[in-house]
Every structure is written in C-alpha cells, then in structure tokens.
C-alpha cells in the first residue's frame, strides 16, 4: 500500500493557515505535514502580530474568514473572544460595521492554524513545525528537496511556498541612518523612538503611512506629520457595507466566456463588468469618473468626499471592491499581455487604493489631523538626504524644502513581490529549473492549480500561494483569495496523489 502523502509549507502567515484549514477540512488519507516559520511570529505574520491596538484590519468579519464556504467563522470567534474578554469597541460609529484590531485577528489566525492541526493529527496525520527559513530547494523524481542549512535537507511528495511580502524598501539608502526607521512595525516599539514634538516625515500614503499615522495620534505626538510620495494617493474610504452578490463578474462567468478564445480583452471585461452595473442598477459612469480623478483631485478634498459618501446608496464602488478581488485572479491570466502591461502602467496604484480601502473612523482621524495643521501630504517627492548634525533634508517637486527629525519608510515592497528572504530558496529553484520568474514579478504558475511553472510546464509537485503569485494573478494578498487558492492547492495535490497512488496500484500485479 502506498504510504502517507508528506507536504512541506515554507512561510507560517496567513496564507499558511488558510492551506492547513483547507487540508484539515479535506477528505485525504493522512501523512505527514511539515511547517518552515523562522519568525517568532508563527502564523501571524509581518501583518498581524501583536502591537497596539489602534491598528485595525481594514476589511468586515465576513471577508476575513479563513474557512472556505463559511464567511462568518471570523465572526462566530469574534463574538466568543468578546465573551472571554468583556470587550467588543471595534464597530466604526460611521459606517457601522466592525473592524477588528490586527492583533486580535492575529489571535484569530493563530486559534484557526491550531484548531486545524489539531484535527489533522486526530485524523492520524504527523504535524512538526520547524523554526527555521528554507533556504534551498530542488527536485528530483517525484520529490521536492527543501533545505535549512548543510546537511538539513528534507524530501516531500509536495511543496507549498507560502513566504508572504516584503519589509518597505529603502528607496532613499538611508538604512543606518540615525532617525531613521526603515521597518514601522512593531509600531508600539519603533515608535518609541519619536520625540512627542519631533517633525516625523513618512515615506508613502498607502494603509502603512495611515497606521503610522493613527498611531503617532494615539501616542499623544504633537509635532508635525508630513505624508511624502510621488503621487499623494491616499487609501480610498471603505462605505457601509451593504449585501452584495455577483451575478456576472465571477471566475465562473468570466472562464465561460474566455472558452474558444486565445485571450480576452480590457474591452470584453469591461462588456461584463457593464451587465454587473446594469443588473444592480449602479453608476458604472460614477466609478471611472472616481478612477481617473484620482490623479487630478486634492488628496484632502477626496478624503472628505470620500467620507461623506460612506452612506452612498449607490453601490457601484461595492461591486468594484468585490469583483477585483474575487474574480481578478481568474481574469488575470486570459488577458492579452498588452493590456496587462496597460493596467499595471495606469491603474495598478489606483485600484489598489481604491480596492483596499480604509475604514471611515481611520479617515476621520487622518483628516482630523490635516484640518488642525498638524499632517501634510506631499506629492512629487524628489529626495532626502540626512542633514549635516542630525535630521533630514527633503525636496519634493513643487519646489517645497523643510527638514524632518524622523523619516519612517511606508513604501510599498518592490514589484518583484519576492522578500529578500526567500530569494536564496527563490533562486535554487530557478537555478534547478524547476520554476520560472514571471516579467510582472513574482513565479510563474497555472491559475487553475497554483502549480508553478518551469517554461510553461506547470509541477505537480510545487505549488505558490500568496504575494509569490503576484504577476501570474492580479490581487494575491486578500484573504478571500487565499482561501480561493487553498482549496485550489489542497485539490490539485489530492487529484495528483490519487493518479500517481492508481498509477502505483496497477503496477504492482503486473510487476508480481
């Protein structure tokens, strides 16, 4: 009899928890599972760990889940942990929906990833979670070799490569830097290095520079805050969630209507994207009028439009912030490259920001903050360099000089979406030829399995989940799509084991 399928998961964040949920819930034979996390943040993350709580998730309960087919898990624990704690203060006066601290969610992830391995060993499986980084990989027949050091290699049937994003990049080299913080979180730690009256510049104004932010408020900080990037975009304002289904752009849909063709064009989205406006009754004209304003508008004058439309009854932005990241990464593959190079070029920033919005009471303080003069934004940033004695020197385009006491990098990691700490495991596999880096960033793979790909060819031993996919799919991080991608991974592995154990099976009375 064929022994027990062995999978090795290199990374132990969220996208890790969702794959073990998956195959915890599965109806595999039992074997052996093997978890790589060098961080001390098992299952948590860079996102998630425990800091204050001013930081919250900026999406509702039922997006959070990590369990696939039950979108109130995340709120049937919520409402348990409000009965161990006597606390419940989440819900945004605003919009009226809840958006629970990072941290707690991380406690989430962490009850979720050990409710799943507990299942996994009474269902006969071998759980062991090594703390440390996987730092080569390669091939050989029918296995997959993950290495930790000389003479600390393990062989498996499969591979998962969950290894999450990256730190901000030092855009400006200033790493060293006395004043400078080149990684914000733990923000309860770093920001133990800011003076009450320091002037603190922030480099980017994506949701990091707004939980910067939030939390210098929170710390009683008085000095000035200056936003700094190059185009002064700012988180969109997530509105009052209202029930939403799609009818027309969903994976299903969309694959329907790829079948027969090589590709599909902006133009043939856009044709289903008009029937999903239509059928709800939305302003399709009002959401590209929102996209292409984002360039043209005051970041300040779109943050308090943005807040007073939290209890828009047009729901067309609510369709965009469902359908980008339920249906993007089935999109994503059937489109011509032309047009792929077209929306990461043009759009990519502003769907991001648009799509991952904030919740109305972070935007209520950011804009607290502008209107006592205490927060600028800045757009066209050119430089900073460290001044002569202490403190920094920044110019941005529109001629503005002023020097700052503290810097604090908010950029995004780089477009690669491969961490500098995966990139020896990324690089020996590529060196084997067992996976391919993808032009838009990340690893090739096929949408349908999460198989990564050597010149097209897809292993039905390694698989990508998370930011490494980035490229392949558009929209890798939510954790919606996670969960989408698991059940993808767990049945893909399951079918190939199934094929190479019937395989086995008929081979072995011919053999006798």
Request: aromatic share 4%.
């Amino acid at each position: 009899m064929p022994s027990g399928i062995s999978i090795g998961v290199v990374g132990g964040g969220a996208a890790a928890v969702c794959l073990i949920d998956a195959l915890a819930r599965s109806e595999g034979e039992p074997g052996s599972l093997t978890v790589f996390e060098p961080s001390p943040h098992l299952w948590r993350g860079r996102a998630y760990q425990i800091d204050t709580e001013i930081l919250r998730v900026n999406a509702t309960a039922d997006d959070m889940s990590v369990r696939a087919g039950d979108p109130g898990h995340f709120e049937r624990w919520l409402r348990a942990h409000d009965r161990v704690t006597g606390v419940a203060r989440d819900t945004d006066r605003l919009s009226g929906a809840r958006f629970a601290p990072r941290a707690v969610y991380g406690d989430y992830l962490e009850d979720s990833a050990y409710a799943a391995l507990g299942r996994l060993r009474r269902d006969g499986w071998r759980v062991d979670i090594v703390g440390e980084a996987v730092k080569a990989a390669g091939r050989m027949p029918g296995q997959v070799l993950l290495g930790t050091g000389p003479g600390r290699t393990r062989a498996f049937d499969y591979a998962v490569l969950c290894v999450g994003g990256d730190s901000p990049k030092d855009v400006y080299e200033l790493g060293g830097t006395p004043g400078f913080i080149a990684d914000p979180y733990p923000l309860s730690a770093t920001l133990a290095e800011v003076g009450e009256d320091d002037h603190v510049a922030v480099i980017g104004s994506g949701l990091t520079a707004i939980d910067i932010v939030l939390s210098l408020a929170s710390r009683g900080h008085r000095g000035p805050i200056s936003l700094m990037s190059r185009r002064g975009v700012l988180p969109g304002v997530r509105q009052r969630p209202t029930p939403l289904e799609l009818r027309h752009m969903t994976p299903v849909r969309v694959r329907t209507a790829a079948q027969g063709r090589p590709r599909l064009t902006i133009e043939d989205v856009a044709a289903v994207l008009r029937a999903e406006f239509r059928d709800a009754g939305a302003d399709l004209d009002g959401v590209i009028e929102e996209i292409i304003r984002v360039d043209l508008e005051d970041p300040v004058d779109r943050l308090r439009r943005q807040l007073g439309e939290v209890d828009s009854p047009q729901v067309g932005m609510r369709i965009l912030q469902r359908a980008v990241p339920e249906t993007g990464p089935d999109v994503w593959p059937l489109l011509r490259e032309e047009d792929k190079v077209q929306v990461l070029r043009a759009h990519y920033r502003t769907l991001m920001s648009l799509c991952c919005p904030m919740p109305p009471s972070s935007a209520t303080v950011v804009l607290d903050l502008v209107q006592a003069g205490r927060l600028e934004m800045f757009s066209g940033l050119l430089d900073i360099t460290a001044a002569h004695g202490s403190g920094f020197d920044i110019l941005a385009a529109d001629g503005t000089a002023f020097r700052a006491d503290k810097v604090i990098s908010a950029v995004n990691a780089s477009e690669g979406r491969i961490p500098s700490g995966a990139l020896p495991l990324v690089t020996s596999l590529v060196k084997a030829r067992a996976v391919s880096r993808h032009p838009h960033g990340g690893l090739q793979l096929a949408r349908a399995t999460s198989r990564l790909t050597s010149n097209g060819r897809p292993d039905p031993r390694l698989y990508g989940l998370g930011n490494i996919a980035a490229g392949a799919l558009f929209f890798t991080f939510g954790i919606p799509s996670l969960v989408d991608r698991s059940q993808d991974i767990v049945a893909a592995i399951l079918e190939h084991r199934a094929t190479v154990d019937a395989a086995r099976s008929e081979a072995e009375p011919a053999a006798a």
